[in-house]
């Protein structure tokens, strides 16, 4: 099965500076990767995702950049703000028999605390 | 975009009830949906695949008599928690996917006390 290593843990940034939240999977199979921000009690909402036929993905100030070759991929969060705090999870999918849906597996999530 | 509609949000029982939590997909048919726990300050982790019309899929370590998936319809899977105990207490929360793509749509999320 697939394995997703989340690195960091926690991350404090000044507001106004980048942050970088890194992970790596294990298998070869997977080809999309989503990136969930979760408040503290609520649902997981996707910032930004990647699949497998891209290298990079830019949505204002959040990008993923992704390495297929490394099995690793990032996101990239500039000019922070402080409602960017929250838990940040990376997450890998690959498809169940059929081909028609898709498993996915969650990194161990990076708590991401912006200082005003 | 898609909607996913988990209920109760927030539900309390003593120890050695069940309590049922309902995952609706609200404008797709999800032939598969899936069901995860996720205790405070810690990761998703993912408990079964519930599978339209036929038995779910536990992962390793997960009690199949103990948390009860049904998948009745396209449109709606079914957690039960059975004789429900203090350590069961925990946010569990169902997503689902569309068959034409794998963005996945997660519900509200259902926060389970047992006392």
């Known amino acids: 099965g697939e394995n997703v290593e989340q690195h960091p843990s926690t991350l404090s940034v000044q507001e106004g500076d980048s942050a970088v939240i890194k992970c790596t999977y294990s298998d070869s199979a997977s080809n999309y990767f989503p990136w969930y921000k979760q408040e503290l009690g609520k649902r997981p909402q996707l910032i930004i995702d990647i699949r497998s036929n891209v290298g990079e993905k830019k949505d204002q100030r959040i990008a993923v950049t992704l390495n297929k070759t490394a099995k690793h991929f990032s996101l990239h969060i500039t000019e922070t703000q402080p409602e960017d705090s929250a838990v940040y999870f990376c997450?890998?999918?690959?498809?169940?028999?059929?081909?028609?849906?898709?498993?996915?597996?969650f990194g161990k999530g990076t708590l991401l605390t912006v200082n005003p | 975009g898609a909607v996913v509609s988990q209920h109760p949000s927030w539900v309390i029982c003593k120890s050695g009830t069940s309590v049922k939590i309902e995952c609706r997909s609200l404008d797709f048919q999800a032939t598969t949906m899936f069901w995860y726990r996720q205790f405070p300050k810690q990761s998703l982790m993912l408990m079964a695949t519930s599978n339209e019309g036929s038995k779910a899929t536990y992962e390793q370590g997960v009690e199949k008599d103990k948390f009860l998936i049904n998948h009745a319809s396209l449109t709606l899977s079914t957690l039960t928690v059975t004789s429900a105990h203090p350590e069961d207490s925990s946010f569990y929360i169902c997503?689902?996917?569309?068959?034409?793509?794998?963005?996945?749509?997660f519900g509200e999320g259902s926060w389970l006390t047992v006392v």
């Open positions: 997450a890998a999918t690959y498809p169940l028999r059929g081909g028609s849906n898709y498993k996915l597996t």
């Open positions: 997503s689902a996917s569309r068959d034409a793509g794998n963005t996945i749509y």
